[in-house]
């Protein structure tokens, strides 16, 4: 199958800053391309001057690619809102073309779950573990295997024991619960469901998963349950919402600064808070992603 072409600019989607800023964590770049993995399909994009090329295998729509992509929401027009601010306007130029991408609910739990207190490089590695061990291989190409992301059912089979054997450490405990959780609730179903709650519900409910807290739940929220107004706080946001946002100072992040800085976030940037603070983070972030997730 050949290549397809969608034309759109790099304002509009820069891969790098989509794909590696810690939103998804089963992307490369190989042969001058991006791969990475969308449901049970392998999807590879490159960049052209009229916009981006991209090829799915097994075959797939174009429509598939523009949902993931969520390329129905126009980056240019919410920048219309977001240039007002000074900070935001300065991430734009730098880091331009940072999309929220869909992922599927049930792997955007399980990968955050695996991200606290860990590193990008780590977090990689455990979930591609467990996309080997649990899930259905999609293809072999550029010289490694593709497997998709399991569902809860077949995640199931996973003892903690055999989660330990894979290195994901005291997480193991939490995906085991945080499974059986999901599939007691109803299974992908159910967290499907959540995206049409309200925000606070959707949220309660994730935090009744094992393993998911303020800021995990949040994650969910923004990059697996289209809450595009959710401001994820770790310790890079905190420091942009101490610097320029919030009017109130306070050095310690607890739950009620969390709501603060939020809330500045929020008040600052709009409805589509969620997408401008990825601006930001992927700006703070510099030039590598080899810190840890608070």
Same mark, same amino acid.
């Given at each position: 199958?050949?290549?397809?072409?969608?034309?759109?600019?790099?304002?509009?989607?820069?891969?790098?800053?989509?794909?590696?800023?810690?939103?998804?964590?089963?992307?490369?770049?190989?042969?001058?391309?991006?791969?990475?993995?969308?449901?049970?399909?392998?999807?590879?994009?490159?960049?052209?001057?009229?916009?981006?090329?991209? #090829?799915?295998?097994?075959?797939?729509?174009?429509?598939?690619?523009?949902?993931?992509?969520?390329?129905?929401?126009?980056?240019?027009?919410? !920048?219309?809102?977001?240039?007002?601010?000074?900070?935001?306007?300065?991430?734009?130029?730098?880091?331009?073309?940072?999309?929220?991408?869909?992922?599927?609910?049930?792997?955007?739990?399980?990968?955050?779950?695996?991200?606290?207190?860990?590193?990008?490089?780590?977090?990689?590695?455990?979930?591609?573990?467990?996309?080997?061990? !649990?899930?259905?291989?999609?293809?072999?190409?550029?010289? =490694?295997?593709?497997?998709?992301?399991?569902?809860?059912?077949?995640?199931?089979?996973?003892?903690?024991?055999?989660?330990?054997? &894979?290195? &994901?450490?005291?997480?193991?405990?939490?995906?085991?619960?945080?499974?059986? #959780?999901?599939?007691?609730?109803?299974?992908?179903?159910?967290?499907?469901?959540?995206?049409?709650?309200?925000?606070?519900?959707?949220?309660?409910?994730?935090?009744?998963?094992?393993?998911?807290?303020?800021?995990?739940?949040?994650?969910?929220?923004?990059?697996?349950?289209?809450?595009?107004?959710?401001?994820?706080?770790?310790?890079?946001?905190?420091?942009?919402?101490?610097?320029? !946002?919030? =009017?109130?100072?306070?050095?310690? &992040?607890?739950?009620?600064?969390?709501?603060?800085?939020?809330?500045?976030?929020?008040?600052? &940037?709009?409805? !589509?808070?969620?997408?401008?603070?990825?601006?930001?983070?992927?700006?703070?972030?510099?030039?590598?992603? =080899?810190?840890?997730?608070?």
């Amino acid at each position: 199958m050949g290549w397809n072409l969608i034309k759109t600019s790099l304002s509009e989607f820069t891969p790098s800053n989509t794909f590696f800023i810690g939103q998804v964590f089963n992307w490369t770049y190989v042969s001058e391309r991006y791969v990475g993995c969308l449901s049970n399909k392998l999807l590879e994009i490159r960049t052209t001057d009229l916009g981006f090329e991209w #090829k799915l295998t097994p075959q797939g729509s174009e429509q598939e690619v523009v949902k993931f992509l969520n390329l129905d929401i126009d980056l240019l027009e919410c !920048y219309q809102e977001w240039k007002k601010d000074a900070l935001f306007e300065e991430a734009w130029k730098v880091k331009p073309g940072v999309r929220i991408v869909k992922q599927n609910a049930f792997e955007c739990t399980m990968a955050f779950i695996v991200s606290q207190n860990n590193n990008v490089k780590r977090i990689e590695r455990n979930l591609n573990s467990i996309r080997t061990a !649990y899930g259905e291989l999609i293809t072999e190409k550029h010289g =490694k295997k593709w497997y998709s992301f399991p569902t809860p059912e077949q995640l199931s089979l996973a003892t903690r024991e055999d989660l330990l054997k &894979l290195g &994901l450490g005291y997480r193991a405990k939490y995906i085991v619960g945080a499974v059986r #959780k999901i599939i007691d609730n109803g299974g992908e179903n159910w967290l499907e469901s959540l995206k049409e709650l309200p925000q606070e519900e959707a949220k309660s409910n994730l935090m009744q998963l094992n393993g998911v807290g303020p800021k995990v739940a949040d994650c969910i929220l923004l990059f697996g349950l289209n809450k595009f107004s959710v401001v994820p706080i770790d310790i890079h946001m905190w420091r942009i919402a101490q610097n320029h !946002y919030m =009017k109130k100072k306070t050095d310690k &992040l607890n739950k009620k600064s969390y709501s603060m800085a939020v809330e500045a976030i929020q008040e600052a &940037l709009g409805s !589509y808070a969620g997408w401008a603070h990825s601006f930001l983070y992927a700006t703070s972030l510099s030039k590598s992603l =080899k810190r840890k997730i608070k």
